[in-house]
């Protein structure tokens, strides 16, 4: 397909829904610049075709852990796509964080300890070439977790998973996703990338389409040919073969949920009016030119600053030994040191939902991505004293107050609301960090956010601090 540039795109993002996106193979040269510079959004890698089997439903499955708002997108027959493409969206997310839930689970060579997993004794070796490093193959020993089946209870379309791990040196881990469709047929284990999350050693990537007659990949998200039935999640954690060393894999998330409406009834304001959070402003726009081999410099990073601003306000944020590389002319280097961790180096850009909350995992946090229905249902976060991190797009003179006027993949952190429900923001894309605090008409900011990611949001927290109750 084609698309055109609307204007300056601070990030443009991987994931369901964004507009104007193309497909095709990794950008080079000036594709990659003109990617960055000019929002013609993701790139992914050609199908690899794959059989898969029809399978009945497995033992074991479970529901989704939260099911938000009340009605279906239908199947299309028969019926009227204007107001199909007005349904909410609908979400459930389902979530492993503690050993009860870590037990629900098959376990191959990985025990629970502490409410997180790791190797135990491993089940085999795997020889692996980092394709992104000129270093010699090595051989790596591995343990399995499976999860059960999680059914939503609605046919879903588009499926993320996320992570919160530390990794030691010469460990790393893989995480799959699998579908099954509503006739029971059972899609293959698809890769959503070799993450090590560390800035030595393995270069954390995706792997590509891995298209089969079920679902692809696009980056970070799974994608059903048709409404879905059930998913399963598949975690393998790898150790340098002979050593003791493990990952620890303190939780692991997955997301279901319909496509973007192409429309969205703004929701009434709720608890959390009067409610704002501290949280650190950092601006991306003053890292332009740093770093470009990191998905092109400052003015693509709004990912990560978004969320350095949120590790900044847990004071989780990297110590002055963890950036001590970054140029001492560089403000905020924070920003430079997050940029640098979520780099996916297939995709060439830090704007991978999973490795960014991953990123947060590294610093301590329980990380995950989620998707909301309204920013009614973002309320319970704030009033939780939880900030979020929130994927919008919008065009010209659909985000009034907006630093930039358009953009096809964009991340801001919510941290607040007026009196009178009106969203505060920390935006990135202003140009100082001074001025990186913005109100944003609720109407405007909601339809930006949920017709275009189906309310995609970062979630990172202190294990300590309670999440709110899932509705």
Same mark, same amino acid.
């Given at each position: 397909?084609?698309?055109?540039?609307?204007?300056?795109?601070?990030?443009?993002?991987?994931?369901?829904?964004?507009?104007?996106?193309?497909?095709?193979?990794?950008?080079?040269?000036?594709?990659?610049?003109?990617?960055?510079?000019?929002?013609?959004?993701?790139?992914?890698?050609?199908?690899?075709?794959?059989? =898969?089997?029809?399978?009945?439903?497995?033992?074991?499955?479970?529901?989704?852990?939260?099911?938000?708002?009340?009605?279906? *997108?239908?199947?299309?027959?028969?019926?009227?796509? =204007?107001?199909?493409? #007005?349904?909410?969206?609908?979400?459930?997310?389902?979530?492993?964080?503690?050993?009860?839930?870590?037990?629900?689970?098959? *376990?191959?060579?990985?025990?629970?300890?502490?409410?997180?997993?790791?190797?135990?004794?491993?089940?085999?070796?795997?020889?692996?070439?980092?394709?992104?490093?000129?270093?010699?193959?090595?051989?790596?020993?591995?343990?399995?977790?499976? +999860?059960?089946?999680?059914?939503?209870?609605?046919?879903?379309?588009?499926?993320?998973?996320?992570?919160? =791990?530390?990794?030691?040196?010469?460990?790393?881990?893989?995480?799959?996703?699998?579908? *099954?469709?509503?006739?029971?047929?059972?899609?293959?284990?698809?890769?959503?990338?070799?993450?090590?999350?560390?800035?030595?050693?393995?270069?954390?990537?995706?792997?590509?389409?891995?298209?089969?007659?079920?679902?692809?990949?696009?980056?970070?998200?799974?994608?059903?040919?048709?409404?879905?039935?059930?998913?399963?999640?598949?975690?393998?954690?790898?150790?340098? #073969?002979?050593?003791?060393?493990?990952?620890?894999?303190? +939780?692991?998330?997955?997301?279901?949920?319909?496509? $973007?409406?192409?429309?969205?009834?703004?929701?009434?304001?709720?608890?959390?009016?009067?409610?704002?959070?501290?949280?650190?402003?950092? +601006?991306?726009?003053?890292?332009?030119?740093?770093?470009?081999?990191?998905?092109?410099?400052?003015?693509?990073?709004?990912?990560?600053?978004?969320?350095?601003?949120?590790?900044?306000?847990?004071?989780?944020?990297?110590?002055?030994?963890?950036?001590?590389?970054?140029?001492?002319?560089?403000?905020?280097?924070?920003?430079?040191?997050?940029?640098?961790?979520?780099?996916?180096?297939?995709?060439?850009?830090?704007?991978?939902?999973?490795?960014?909350?991953?990123?947060?995992?590294?610093?301590?946090?329980?990380?995950?991505?989620?998707?909301?229905? +309204?920013?009614?249902?973002?309320?319970?976060?704030?009033?939780?004293?939880?900030?979020?991190?929130?994927?919008?797009?919008?065009?010209?003179?659909?985000?009034?107050?907006?630093?930039?006027?358009?953009?096809?993949?964009?991340?801001?952190?919510?941290?607040?609301?007026?009196?009178?429900?009106?969203?505060?923001?920390?935006?990135?894309?202003?140009?100082?960090?001074?001025?990186?605090?913005?109100?944003?008409?609720?109407?405007?900011?909601?339809?930006?956010?949920?017709?275009?990611?189906?309310?995609?949001?970062?979630?990172?927290? $202190?294990?300590?601090?309670?999440?709110?109750?899932?509705?």
């Amino acid at each position: 397909m084609t698309t055109t540039a609307r204007a300056l795109c601070p990030a443009p993002e991987p994931g369901g829904g964004l507009r104007g996106r193309l497909t095709g193979r990794p950008a080079t040269g000036l594709a990659l610049a003109l990617a960055v510079g000019l929002c013609l959004g993701l790139t992914v890698g050609p199908a690899a075709p794959a059989s =898969a089997a029809a399978a009945p439903a497995g033992p074991g499955e479970i529901p989704g852990a939260s099911v938000a708002a009340a009605t279906d *997108r239908p199947s299309g027959r028969g019926t009227d796509q =204007a107001a199909r493409a #007005a349904r909410p969206v609908r979400t459930a997310l389902a979530r492993w964080s503690r050993e009860k839930r870590w037990r629900s689970g098959e *376990r191959r060579g990985v025990v629970v300890r502490g409410g997180s997993i790791r190797i135990g004794d491993p089940v085999g070796v795997r020889r692996f070439d980092d394709p992104h490093s000129s270093a010699k193959a090595r051989r790596y020993a591995y343990g399995r977790w499976v +999860s059960p089946f999680v059914r939503p209870g609605f046919g879903f379309r588009e499926m993320i998973p996320s992570w919160s =791990a530390r990794s030691r040196n010469g460990t790393w881990l893989q995480p799959e996703v699998r579908i *099954r469709t509503r006739s029971g047929r059972l899609g293959d284990w698809d890769v959503l990338g070799h993450w090590q999350g560390r800035i030595n050693g393995l270069h954390d990537a995706t792997l590509g389409s891995q298209q089969d007659d079920v679902a692809g990949v696009s980056v970070d998200t799974v994608k059903t040919h048709s409404a879905a039935k059930a998913w399963q999640l598949r975690l393998t954690l790898y150790r340098r #073969a002979g050593t003791a060393r493990s990952p620890v894999v303190s +939780s692991v998330s997955g997301v279901a949920s319909t496509p $973007p409406p192409s429309r969205h009834r703004v929701s009434a304001p709720g608890r959390a009016r009067g409610t704002v959070l501290g949280v650190r402003r950092y +601006s991306q726009m003053i890292h332009k030119g740093h770093y470009p081999q990191w998905g092109g410099g400052g003015e693509a990073w709004c990912s990560p600053t978004s969320m350095a601003m949120v590790l900044a306000s847990w004071g989780r944020g990297p110590t002055r030994k963890q950036y001590a590389w970054v140029k001492s002319s560089h403000g905020n280097p924070q920003v430079d040191h997050a940029a640098r961790m979520t780099y996916d180096h297939r995709y060439r850009g830090t704007g991978n939902w999973a490795f960014t909350a991953a990123y947060a995992g590294t610093r301590g946090l329980d990380a995950f991505v989620t998707r909301l229905r +309204s920013l009614r249902a973002a309320e319970r976060y704030i009033d939780a004293r939880i900030p979020l991190v929130l994927s919008i797009a919008f065009g010209p003179g659909e985000l009034d107050g907006a630093p930039i006027g358009s953009s096809n993949g964009h991340l801001l952190v919510l941290r607040g609301f007026t009196k009178s429900g009106r969203p505060i923001v920390n935006d990135p894309a202003a140009p100082r960090n001074r001025s990186v605090r913005r109100v944003y008409s609720r109407a405007q900011l909601e339809r930006a956010w949920i017709t275009s990611t189906a309310g995609t949001a970062y979630v990172a927290r $202190p294990a300590r601090v309670s999440l709110p109750r899932q509705r």
